[in-house]
């Protein structure tokens, strides 16, 4: 038997505040050890280890690649890097993407159900979009604790609801309740955990952390899809056998089909904006043309180049309306990051 004392959090929009609200009534011998997710830009400098350390008892840190773990203690993901779990210690990994974030939940959740199994309490809070939720499911899988905290409690419901949808959770609660919650799962007698026999969560870490056995493995779980890797244009590999729709190139980089569609969307504005400009400033050409032609007398083609430009400024129209029509929608989804 084992003791339950692995906790690992992911939240992303409102996720400063309700981290604080939740490690503020942990008591400072709190037998568990705590790794956080929050999304974060790769360029920020993050001081939420220093923020935490003064929100509660409990001390907080960006910790090292292969540090040991240590209970009572926060072990807060650094800018630009996943943070994963490996037996007794901690990895930090420049590994690729997941649901367009690094880091992101995901990888966590999912090393931690590798090697921790039943000692592992999972925790999704405030956020948009849905990473997390196949993470839990994994966490669910291997025995694991699955916790949500209540959408309507959350400053944005997405990542807590997607959690719910996806995954049968043991305890949905407000945000001020989950600090009791955890003290009383942490400490209780789990069967030992058989660390690392699944092989595909075996296959999945290692990808997160660019291994290069797991890239060059051609007996990859899933099957090739239609769709490219919004990131290096590799094929996207659908992840078969899960209950959440997944997919995952060769070198790593992972979309559920909700951040798929969002890169997708992202990258079709970002095309029409392109194209928009294209004709804008092929149409002032063109004005410039018939000027050039105006000045040589040569009416037929002054005309010429001036119904060009026309064309061109209502080909641009048509594109402005259609950027302007799909803003709303475009404008929703953003709101991930």
């Not at 405030?126 to 959350?154: E, M």
């Not at 969002?262 to 079709?268: D, G, I, M, T």
């Not at 032609?293 to 129209?317: D, F, I, P, V």
Request: hydrophobic letters at 40%; charged letters at 25%.
């Amino acid at each position: 038997m084992a003791e339950r004392n692995i906790i690992v959090i992911g939240c992303s929009g409102g996720g400063v505040e309700a981290l604080q609200r939740l490690v503020a009534p942990l008591p400072r011998n709190f037998p568990a050890a705590i790794f956080v997710v929050l999304h974060l830009s790769p360029e920020s400098t993050s001081v939420l280890p220093l923020i935490l350390s003064r929100a509660g008892h409990l001390p907080a840190l960006h910790p090292r690649n292969g540090e040991p773990i240590r209970a009572g203690r926060i072990y807060v993901a650094p800018p630009d890097n996943h943070l994963l779990l490996e037996d007794g210690r901690v990895r930090v990994a420049h590994g690729p993407r997941e649901n367009r974030h690094r880091p992101a939940i995901d990888p966590l959740f999912r090393s931690a159900a590798r090697w921790y199994g039943p000692r592992v309490i999972g925790v999704v809070l405030t956020g948009s979009l849905d990473d997390g939720a196949a993470g839990l499911l994994s966490i669910k899988k291997r025995r694991g604790v699955a916790v949500v905290q209540d959408p309507s409690d959350a400053l944005f419901p997405d990542m807590p609801r997607s959690a719910l949808e996806h995954v049968d959770v043991d305890y949905v609660a407000p945000l001020d309740r989950i600090p009791e919650l955890l003290q009383q799962l942490v400490g209780v007698q789990v069967p030992e955990n058989g660390a690392g026999k699944s092989s595909r969560l075996k296959k999945e870490t290692d990808s997160a952390e660019l291994n290069m056995d797991a890239i060059e493995d051609e007996n990859r779980p899933g099957s090739p899809s239609p769709f490219a890797c919004p990131e290096c244009g590799g094929v996207l590999w659908e992840q078969d056998g899960e209950e959440i729709l997944r997919f995952r190139c060769r070198v790593g980089h992972a979309y559920t089909a909700g951040s798929l569609s969002l890169e997708q969307s992202e990258a079709v504005e970002g095309a029409l904006w392109a194209a928009m400009r294209a004709l804008e400033e092929g149409a002032s050409l063109a004005r410039r043309m018939a000027q050039k032609a105006a000045k040589g007398k040569s009416e037929s083609l002054e005309n010429r180049y001036r119904q060009r430009a026309e064309t061109k400024m209502q080909q641009a129209e048509v594109l402005r309306r259609i950027i302007s029509e799909a803003k709303e929608p475009l404008e929703v989804e953003k709101q991930v990051s």
